[in-house]
Nanobody, 122 residues
Protein backbone atom coordinates (compact mmCIF):
# COMPACT_ATOMS: atom_id res chain seq x y z
CA UNK A 1 0.00 0.00 0.00
CA UNK A 2 1.21 3.47 -0.91
CA UNK A 3 0.00 6.56 0.91
CA UNK A 4 0.83 10.08 -0.28
CA UNK A 5 0.72 13.21 1.80
CA UNK A 6 1.96 16.78 1.71
CA UNK A 7 -0.22 18.36 -0.94
CA UNK A 8 -1.85 21.72 -0.48
CA UNK A 9 -2.22 25.22 -1.82
CA UNK A 10 0.88 27.30 -2.43
CA UNK A 11 1.66 30.51 -4.22
CA UNK A 12 3.70 30.52 -7.39
CA UNK A 13 7.39 30.41 -6.55
CA UNK A 14 6.79 28.46 -3.38
CA UNK A 15 7.79 24.94 -2.41
CA UNK A 16 6.13 21.78 -1.22
CA UNK A 17 7.42 18.36 -0.26
CA UNK A 18 5.26 15.35 -0.99
CA UNK A 19 5.71 12.06 0.83
CA UNK A 20 4.86 8.54 -0.22
CA UNK A 21 5.01 5.91 2.47
CA UNK A 22 4.96 2.25 1.55
CA UNK A 23 3.74 -0.54 3.75
CA UNK A 24 4.79 -4.07 3.10
CA UNK A 25 7.74 -4.65 0.78
CA UNK A 26 10.64 -2.22 0.67
CA UNK A 27 10.91 0.35 -2.08
CA UNK A 28 14.26 -1.20 -2.94
CA UNK A 29 12.37 -4.07 -4.57
CA UNK A 30 10.72 -1.80 -7.13
CA UNK A 31 11.21 0.90 -9.66
CA UNK A 32 9.40 4.00 -8.49
CA UNK A 33 7.85 7.09 -9.92
CA UNK A 34 5.88 10.21 -9.24
CA UNK A 35 3.11 11.00 -11.71
CA UNK A 36 0.68 13.85 -11.89
CA UNK A 37 -2.65 14.47 -13.52
CA UNK A 38 -4.02 17.92 -14.13
CA UNK A 39 -7.75 18.43 -14.68
CA UNK A 40 -8.73 17.39 -18.17
CA UNK A 41 -5.29 16.06 -18.99
CA UNK A 42 -3.64 12.66 -19.15
CA UNK A 43 -1.52 11.37 -16.31
CA UNK A 44 2.14 12.13 -16.91
CA UNK A 45 5.34 11.01 -15.30
CA UNK A 46 7.19 13.60 -13.25
CA UNK A 47 10.15 11.58 -11.99
CA UNK A 48 10.99 7.92 -12.56
CA UNK A 49 13.64 5.97 -10.66
CA UNK A 50 15.05 2.80 -12.20
CA UNK A 51 14.96 -0.28 -10.04
CA UNK A 52 18.40 -1.60 -10.92
CA UNK A 53 20.59 1.43 -10.37
CA UNK A 54 18.36 4.30 -9.29
CA UNK A 55 18.96 6.21 -12.52
CA UNK A 56 16.35 8.94 -12.72
CA UNK A 57 14.20 10.33 -15.46
CA UNK A 58 12.85 13.83 -15.07
CA UNK A 59 10.11 15.36 -17.15
CA UNK A 60 11.46 18.40 -18.97
CA UNK A 61 8.90 20.62 -17.31
CA UNK A 62 10.23 19.91 -13.80
CA UNK A 63 13.93 19.37 -14.36
CA UNK A 64 15.93 21.63 -12.05
CA UNK A 65 12.91 22.34 -9.86
CA UNK A 66 11.71 18.95 -8.59
CA UNK A 67 13.86 16.43 -6.78
CA UNK A 68 13.44 12.86 -5.55
CA UNK A 69 14.76 11.42 -2.34
CA UNK A 70 14.12 8.36 -0.24
CA UNK A 71 14.42 7.30 3.38
CA UNK A 72 14.89 3.55 3.43
CA UNK A 73 14.47 3.31 7.18
CA UNK A 74 11.01 4.86 6.91
CA UNK A 75 10.24 3.17 3.59
CA UNK A 76 9.22 6.59 2.36
CA UNK A 77 10.06 8.51 -0.78
CA UNK A 78 9.73 12.21 -1.28
CA UNK A 79 9.15 14.69 -4.04
CA UNK A 80 10.63 18.10 -3.28
CA UNK A 81 9.00 20.69 -5.50
CA UNK A 82 10.60 24.13 -5.72
CA UNK A 83 9.74 27.25 -7.68
CA UNK A 84 6.25 25.96 -8.24
CA UNK A 85 4.26 27.28 -11.17
CA UNK A 86 0.49 27.40 -11.77
CA UNK A 87 0.95 24.74 -14.44
CA UNK A 88 2.18 22.35 -11.73
CA UNK A 89 -1.35 22.25 -10.35
CA UNK A 90 -2.42 18.61 -10.41
CA UNK A 91 -3.07 15.54 -8.34
CA UNK A 92 0.24 13.84 -7.66
CA UNK A 93 0.60 10.08 -7.37
CA UNK A 94 3.41 7.78 -6.37
CA UNK A 95 3.64 4.42 -8.04
CA UNK A 96 5.86 1.36 -8.24
CA UNK A 97 6.81 -1.05 -10.99
CA UNK A 98 8.52 -4.39 -11.07
CA UNK A 99 10.13 -3.56 -14.39
CA UNK A 100 13.94 -3.45 -14.44
CA UNK A 101 13.75 -0.70 -17.02
CA UNK A 102 12.62 2.85 -16.41
CA UNK A 103 9.13 2.96 -17.85
CA UNK A 104 7.50 6.32 -18.30
CA UNK A 105 3.99 5.10 -19.08
CA UNK A 106 1.46 4.67 -16.32
CA UNK A 107 0.43 1.30 -17.71
CA UNK A 108 3.74 -0.17 -16.55
CA UNK A 109 3.14 0.71 -12.90
CA UNK A 110 1.24 -1.80 -10.84
CA UNK A 111 0.65 -0.15 -7.49
CA UNK A 112 -0.55 3.39 -6.89
CA UNK A 113 -1.22 5.70 -4.05
CA UNK A 114 -4.51 7.54 -3.71
CA UNK A 115 -3.03 10.85 -4.83
CA UNK A 116 -2.50 14.19 -3.15
CA UNK A 117 -3.65 17.46 -4.64
CA UNK A 118 -1.33 20.36 -5.30
CA UNK A 119 -2.73 23.76 -6.22
CA UNK A 120 -0.40 26.56 -7.22
CA UNK A 121 -1.96 30.00 -7.27
CA UNK A 122 -0.63 32.81 -9.43
Amino acid sequence: QLVESGGGVVQAGGSLRLSCKASGRSFSNYGMAWFRQAPGKDREIVIGIRRSDAVRHYADSVRGRFYYSRDNALNTMYLQMNNLKPEDTATYYCAVTQSWDLPTSEVDYTRWGQGTQVIVSS
